[in-house]
Nanobody
C-alpha cells in the first residue's frame, strides 16, 4: 500500500522560509512525477510545483522565483523549499506521487500539512 508522509509545515512570518518534505513508500513501481498541491481557505486545490522523475520542473506562476522543488529518487522523497512567504501562501499543502501502471497513471495523495503565513 502506497503511503505519502509529509512534514515541515507550520507557522511562519511573512518573508520567512519553510521546507516541506514528503516521503513515499509502498510501491513496487517507480514513482514518476512527484509534487505539491495546496488548498487555501475558500479556494480550490491548485498545483504548486511538480518534478518529473527525469528532473523537469513546473511551477504555478505565483510561486516562481520563491519556491524550489527537488527530489531524491533513491529515497522517494520530494521537497519544497519555500522562501519569501506571503500571507496568500497560507494553505494546506498536499504531496502527490504518480505511478505508471498497466492500466494508466495512478496518483497518490498525502494527508496534507498546514502552512500558515502570518505576523
Amino acid at each position: 500500500q502506497v503511503q505519502l508522509v509529509e512534514s515541515g509545515g507550520g507557522l511562519v512570518q511573512p518573508g520567512g522560509s519553510l521546507i516541506l518534505s514528503c516521503a513515499a513508500s509502498g510501491s513496487r513501481l517507480s514513482f514518476q512525477s512527484m509534487g505539491w498541491y495546496r488548498q487555501g481557505p475558500g479556494t480550490q486545490r491548485e498545483l504548486v510545483a511538480v518534478n518529473t522523475r527525469g528532473g523537469s520542473t513546473n511551477y504555478t506562476d505565483s510561486v516562481k522565483g520563491r519556491f524550489t522543488i527537488s527530489r531524491d529518487n533513491a529515497k522517494n522523497t520530494v521537497y519544497l523549499q519555500m522562501n519569501s512567504l506571503k500571507p496568500e501562501d497560507t494553505a494546506v499543502y498536499f504531496c502527490i506521487a504518480e505511478v505508471k501502471t498497466a492500466w494508466g497513471v495512478v496518483t497518490y495523495w498525502g494527508q496534507g500539512t498546514q502552512v500558515t503565513v502570518s505576523s
